[in-house]
């Protein structure tokens, strides 16, 4: 499952709304089910559904209670056959824990026994379970499971090692069509005038949260990759925008068949996306379901950011088809092996079909990122406890996902890809269509590479924090390296825990260099180096760790930066010079020299990872006096890069459109460069005219330029665009630049649109989010949402409280956190209580950040001369 990274990055936790729960909410593992009949019946006009099921169940002993897990449901009827004899079953509901307990008279016998229920529940819109989704014609169907919502669509033992084969039948309306993980095998008419009854085939072994069912108009485009059937579909006035997720779907699926060494497990693959849902994409197997941004584009007029959201969204959601939906995880405290698998897999399918894109560079992008999250006070180890539905939500973060990822990035560096992949199919074919744990993963790569994985993602799993690996110059071809853990604020003294951390240094300056890897695994050790070339500790960029370095070392670093470090290595030298800066070990006068040396680089990413570091700067550090000083600097000494890659030309690669638009969003968002604020205006009015117009790649920083300089006449056009285009795409970047305008009025007017309920719940928080993350625009939006909080509530769905409470943390004064403590306190996120600690934490690192550093920045601004011209 992707929950919109690309809009939500580093913002904390991904926490669930459920209600507080007990401890120790697991089943009994006594029962087990084996096999479900559904049959369902939804009245998309009313709201509601009714269920038929049975349950063929295996009891370990004699039994007179029979323990499961429902939730929204209303039972009519249950009774077990077992031995021959059918009982009526009494029903006994525990709504705090989510659980029903059947009793029958007289006991059951170990063995097999089968439950027959018939229920009703309702299509809630709460964007979970079995749900309604709107649109202005029509009501649809639809259905999000994970992690606990099966129980609110049929009583189930709802828990990811609990699996069982499924034959579903859905009767629904006469012209709606009807979608499940599997192929249809019959399509009758009836019962009754105006119905048609749909069977699917029965799956194989899989967990409840896997399932799905869909029902409406949707339409679909077709296509197939070794002999399995391929749908891309959508609702009607969309389905044209399907065609590009199918192509790349088409190539995964070969790519992944090669890769695993095991065929795609089902039938058929279908993809649907959705017009109300809140996670970017679900793995429902062989029915995998998408936000409409996450699956639908339309390739003439979309960026190459968006093409790359389709792409990456539809790759990490197949990888899950093999690994967490054939292999599963025994349980919600090792999610990582689902989502950190698929979110490291997603790049390797994207880049062998569109390598042209260098996603190896968003990769380190995403890596800097998530080591400074790490660095940070709150965090947890990957590998934490998850008992009760708010815990098992707070499991979905960018631990889970960019963290479990980076780790196996940086196994497989180790191990060597081969390797790897040969330890993946080992552990596959050991658990196909069966659970397993992470010991189950890293035994396998242990016992095919020979090397001691075990013992180095055991304690990356198991530990929470970053390592910092200090280095001695090399002496002897040796050098010392120590390590300890890293804390991105200098008031946390760095503490003593150790890693068995695999250190790979370069051994020449190419991207396809095999890099020479030792393991350090105590506080201090010697390592052997290579002999000449560059002394780099991080080949690849694929270490999670910071590293630090004697000054002599560090120099020869920068001196040969732009010609001995492929692009991802220099975004990781970039970050990681800012995080040892933030942490007290170094001055921002230094880092914003390193700016200055690598301003005229080519690689997209490296200029974007300037430009978050800058952003930062003019977001957290600089006086108002200091901005405009700032705002100079960079007209400077991004200009003349920018006039370079100015004019677009026919032979353009994506690395050249994407810096263009990076130079022009750092020269316009924060140089407050005229000529490029006019430039902004123009591309944004010539958008909104006319789409196909203009470079698709520019539209986003321009419209987020104009938006800051905007008035009431353009703020009409984009609203107007919002809400009549039929491109998703084109909907939420016209709908999110709204909350972008500096000018007050304007922008309590876009927060009640916002709220208002004519913007959907899944882009209503969103919107508050952008509002909140800039220093220009949150004080109006943080008063707004406490001058409107029942408005604001309203908007909260199931994952999407805790985002709010964290995007919190983007303040800097103490009286803002107090402020922040104080509503929340008062006005409670259910299940936000980590994502509020650690928007308090945040609020007072940046307090910390910039007492230390503001007075270096004055005083480098003076010694550059830098004056507000």
């Known amino acids: 499952m992707i929950y919109g990274t690309a809009m939500l990055a580093g913002v904390a936790g991904f926490i669930g709304a459920a209600a507080p729960l007990a401890h120790g909410q697991r089943l009994p593992d006594t029962v087990k089910p084996q096999h479900y009949a559904l049959t369902l019946t939804p009245d998309l006009k009313a709201a509601t559904f009714s269920g038929k099921e049975t349950i063929d169940v ?109 034959a579903t039948t859905l009767i629904v309306d006469k012209g709606d069509t009807a979608i499940s993980n599997t192929n249809v095998i019959a399509d009758k008419p009836g019962p009754g005038a105006g119905k048609h009854t749909v069977k699917f085939a029965t799956t194989p072994k899989m967990s409840t949260y896997l399932v799905a069912f869909l029902v409406g108009d949707f339409q679909c485009q077709s296509g197939s990759s070794d002999g399995v059937p391929i749908r891309a579909c959508a609702t009607p006035d969309k389905v044209q925008m ?106 390797k399918a994207v880049n062998a079909w569109k390598p042209n894109w260098n996603i190896s560079q968003d990769d380190a992008l995403s890596m800097d990122g998530v080591l400074n999250y790490d660095a940070g006070k709150i965090t947890r180890a990957i590998r934490a406890k998850a008992d009760t539905p708010g815990e098992i939500n707070e499991m979905f973060d960018g631990i889970t996902y960019q963290k479990g990822g980076a780790v196996l990035g940086m196994t497989e560096n180790y191990e060597t890809p081969e390797v790897f992949r040969q330890g993946v199919h080992k552990y596959l074919s050991a658990h196909i269509y069966g659970n397993a744990t992470a010991e189950d993963f890293w035994n ?81 050790q010697s390592m052997a180096v290579p002999a000449g070339g560059l002394f780099y500790a991080n080949a690849n960029d694929k270490g999670y760790y910071r590293t630090e370095y004697a000054p002599a070392d560090y120099n020869k670093i920068l001196d040969g930066i732009e010609t001995q470090l492929t692009a991802s290595e220099r975004i990781g030298f970039a970050g990681n010079i800012w995080a040892l800066m933030r942490s007290g070990r170094g001055s921002i006068g230094d880092y914003m020299n390193l700016v200055a040396a690598l301003r005229n680089d080519n690689s997209y990413g490296v200029i974007r990872e300037l430009a978050g570091a800058l952003m930062s700067v003019d977001e957290r550090i600089a006086t108002p006096e200091e901005r405009t000083r700032l705002a100079a600097w960079i007209r400077k000494q991004f200009g003349p890069a920018y006039e370079r890659v100015k004019t677009p030309g026919p032979n353009d690669t994506p690395d050249t459109i994407q810096l263009r638009a990076s130079l022009f969003g750092i020269l316009g968002e924060l140089g407050k460069d005229p000529q490029v604020i006019a430039q902004a205006r123009e591309i944004t009015n010539q958008y909104l005219e006319n789409p196909a117009s203009v470079d698709p790649t520019m539209v986003r920083p321009a419209g987020f330029i104009a938006t800051a300089n905007g008035d009431a006449a353009l703020f009409d056009k984009l609203q107007k665009v919002s809400q009549t285009t039929n491109n998703p795409d084109e909907k939420t970047m016209t ?6 305008f500096h000018n007050p009025a304007l922008l309590r007017r876009a927060l009640d649109y916002a709220t208002s309920g004519q913007v959907r719940n899944q882009d209503s928080i969103i919107f508050m989010i952008v509002a909140l993350r800039s220093r220009d625009t949150r004080d109006i939006a943080w008063q707004y949402i406490q001058q409107n909080w029942p408005r604001v509530k309203s908007q909260i769905t199931t994952m999407m409280g805790g985002y709010l409470v964290g995007s919190t943390g983007s303040f800097c004064s103490d009286s803002k956190a107090q402020e922040v403590q104080s509503f929340f306190s008062t006005h409670p996120v259910p299940a936000s209580q980590n994502a509020l600690k650690r928007a308090e934490d945040e609020i007072h690192d940046c307090v910390a950040f910039r007492s230390a550093q503001q007075p270096k920045l004055a005083s480098w601004m003076d010694q550059q001369h830098l004056t507000a011209q």
């Open 58 to 166: 295996t009891l370990a002993q004699p039994a007179s209670d029979i323990v499961l897990n429902a939730a929204q449901i209303t039972f009519e009827k249950v009774t077990i056959t077992a031995g021959g004899k059918t009982q009526t079953a009494q029903v006994t509901e525990d709504k705090a824990r989510q659980q029903a307990t059947f009793t029958v008279p007289n006991q059951l016998p170990a063995g097999k026994a089968t439950l027959h229920i018939d229920y009703t529940g309702i299509l809630n819109g709460q964007l979970r379970g079995f749900y309604l989704s709107k649109t202005a014609k029509r009501n649809y169907a639809v259905t999000q499971f994970e992690p606990t919502d099966a129980r609110r669509a049929f009583p189930s033992f709802d828990e990811p090692a609990m699996k069982a084969t499924f």
């Open 242 to 347: 399907t065609g590009y997720a199918l192509h790349a779907a088409e190539f995964f699926l070969h790519y992944y068949d090669t890769y695993f060494g095991i065929k795609y497990p089902m039938p058929k693959l279908d993809m649907i996306a959705i017009p109300d849902f809140e996670a970017g994409a679900m793995e429902n197997f062989g029915a995998i379901t998408y936000r409409e941004t996450a699956l639908l584009v339309d390739p003439k007029t979309a960026s190459i950011g968006a093409k790359k959201l389709v792409a990456v969204d539809v790759a990490h959601e197949m990888a899950h088809q093999w690994f967490g939906d054939m292999v599963t995880m025994q349980w919600w405290n090792n999610l990582w092996l689902n989502e950190g698998f698929a979110t490291w897999m997603e790049s």
């Open 444 to 524: 396998a790569q242990t016992a095919v590479s020979g090397k001691p994985i075990d013992k180095v993602m055991d304690s990356f799993i198991g530990q929470a924090g970053v390592p910092l690996l200090k280095f001695s110059a090399p002496a002897g071809g040796k050098t010392t390296a120590s390590q300890r853990r890293f804390y991105i604020t200098p008031s946390v003294p760095s503490g003593s825990q150790t890693w068995t951390v695999p250190v790979c240094f370069k051994t020449g300056p190419g991207a396809n260099e095999t890099p020479k890897c030792e393991l350090l695994s105590s506080a201090q």
């Open 735 to 740: 709908l999110y630049a709204l909350a972008t």
